[in-house]
């Protein structure tokens, strides 16, 4: 049975610990994410148009930068919805899912702090 594109998938699958009843934290804004990110695929393609039609390299420079600071928009977005959905329930919940949901988002922390 195919599912819906608009539902969220609420099975258990593999690395979705904790989701299985309440699907992500991203979930209820996930029209607007993906909204999101199709405009930053659109700053993508514009940088491969630039760069075949020999744009000036400032010129692509400076949407480079546009497009890697609203990358990083939506990953902090992300970023705040996963502690405040996935993490707080797990912290709720207490045991090792608690620490593991803490490690997890600490280490993505630390990548995000690295680009």
Known sequence: MEQDPQTPD?????GTSGHETSGHGYSGRKDEHLKRLRRVEGQIRGLQRMVSEDEYCIDILTQVSAAT?????FALSLLEEHLGHCVANAVEKGGPEAEEKVK???????????S
Request: no cysteine; glycine share 0%.
């Open 104 to 114: 997890e988002a600490s280490q993505a922390i630390a990548r995000l702090v690295r």
């Open 69 to 73: 600071k609203a990358l990083q928009s």
């Open 10 to 14: 609420t099975k258990a699958t593999p």
